[in-house]
């Protein structure tokens, strides 16, 4: 394990967590500190902190290698490859280059125009485009192998982490993989899989007896309004609540995972936490049917609703909450849970445009011609470039303008021309968000 810890913050919660896991996972921990050039830089106080937890320094009388490193500077960077090398010589990590393929999943997503795309680690043997792949529930004939640097490659070996293309669906993060000689065999254990898992849910849903089930009707049909993350502490002090059902959507499957795993370490003695259904995507109209049928909450984590989700959500009476960090979507379901909520800092969602063509301007970059469909945009907005329902962009505007007028707003209807300040890479299709952050006092 690289352990990498900024030496201007030192060790931080999430620090802490990460240790537990390599130590659990029994394997040799390399610190790298970096930031050293930052003036507040104390890498030596670092190395004190991390003695509370058992990472002693060699130069100190432990065990463990420790770097001090420089992203930003390229400081010292050659010496932590050194480091790596040289204890992986120690533990003596060797693997099988000629043998068929395996590894695992390290992360997932549906991509529009290349469909599901899995990015692996080669463990074991060397992968080919047109090997045969099984991974979890989801097999497919590589059709392409992308390292790291965006290139197409003819091999993956032992310890080459890729992008295939090529597999029938999205995989789960952590799946592991390997490949077949022929492909009937490969569909039919992934077929066998995601059968024996639909059966698996289907026992779990069977296990809810008749009384069972009459008491969740009267249940929801004595709830006076649907759940929401503001009323929730309210609703479970009235004994409405004894579940809170949670839609999961993502922008990657790993993404899912760790929320999975987060929700699953809560204490579940007031409220139990059940995520009834996970997917990576935008928001859909379909969710939002779902978590209305359900009594349940979307979570959207890197993503956006789609369409006119957002209609539906407000006609349903579904609470939407999205986050750009796992670690706010934790904390929010653990505070409304014992009515402790805050959301003192709220999003105002000002306009929506639509991109529908682009096109280059000497000095100003790229510039899209957009299209008002909700609301109003202005020069101050903060603005979210979305495309196929996931954020891959958040920034200001840089410019805004009719014809070839400098406009403070544009209202909906009418046609502009939109810059983002540090981002070029718009397309058409492209959907650019407004929004403002206001401070909200709370009434309840």
Not at 6 to 22: K, R, S, W, Y
Not at 177 to 200: H, K, S
Not at 251 to 280: C, P, T, Y
Request: glycine residues 8%.
């Amino acid at each position: 394990i690289v352990l990498v810890i900024a030496a201007d913050d030192g060790v931080m919660p999430q620090t802490i967590e990460a240790i537990n896991h390599a130590k659990a996972a029994d394997v040799p921990i390399v610190v790298a500190v970096n930031k050293i050039d930052k003036p507040g830089a104390t890498p030596d106080r670092v190395r004190q902190e991390l003695t509370e937890y058992g990472i002693i320094p060699e130069e100190w009388g432990g065990q463990n290698m420790f770097v001090d490193i420089s992203a930003k500077k390229r400081l010292h960077i050659d010496d932590l490859l050194e480091t790596i090398l040289l204890q992986a010589d120690v533990l003596e990590l060797k693997a099988n280059p000629n043998a068929p393929a395996s590894g695992f999943v390290i992360e997932a997503n549906l991509d529009k125009g290349r469909g599901p795309v899995a990015t692996m680690l080669i463990n074991r043997g060397t992968l080919h485009p047109g090997d045969v792949v099984v991974a979890g529930t989801s097999y497919g004939k590589v059709r392409a192998l992308i390292d790291p640097r965006g290139s197409h490659v003819d091999a993956a070996k032992p310890a080459d982490p890729v992008e295939i293309l090529g597999l029938n669906s999205v995989p789960t993060a952590g799946d592991e993989f390997r490949v077949f000689e022929d492909e009937r065999d490969a569909r039919r254990l992934a077929e066998e899989r995601a059968l024996r898992a639909r059966l698996a849910k289907q026992e779990a849903r069977s296990h809810m007896s008749l009384d069972d089930l009459f008491s969740r009707i009267e249940e929801v049909k004595d709830t006076p309004q649907k759940v929401s993350l503001d009323d929730l502490f309210n609703q479970i002090q009235s004994g409405n609540v004894k579940e809170l059902n949670i839609v999961v959507k993502a922008d990657v499957q790993g993404s899912i995972e760790a929320l999975r795993d987060a929700f699953s370490k809560m204490d579940q003695s007031e409220v139990k936490i059940n995520i009834i259904h996970a997917a990576v995507g935008g928001i859909t109209e379909t969710d939002v049917t779902l978590a209305a049928a359900s009594d349940a909450i979307i979570i959207g984590f890197n993503v956006r609703p789609t369409g006119k989700t957002r209609e539906v959500a407000e006609r349903e009476k579904v609470d939407i909450r999205l986050y750009r960090v796992i670690y706010q979507a934790i904390e929010d379901i653990n505070a409304a849970r014992v009515g402790l909520l805050s959301p003192d800092i709220v999003e105002k969602d000002t306009g929506i445009a639509e991109v529908r063509d682009t096109f280059k301007v000497p000095k100003a970059g790229t510039i899209a011609g957009c299209y008002i469909t909700e609301g109003e945009l202005s020069r101050d907005d903060q603005v979210r470039i979305v495309r196929d329902g996931t954020v891959i962009y958040e920034g200001n505007i840089g410019s805004l303008r009719r014809f070839k007028d400098d406009v403070k707003t544009v209202a909906r209807g009418y046609e502009c021309g939109i810059g983002i300040e540090g981002y070029q890479d718009l397309k058409v299709g492209d959907t650019i968000e407004g929004f403002r952050t206001v401070e909200v006092e709370r009434t309840e």
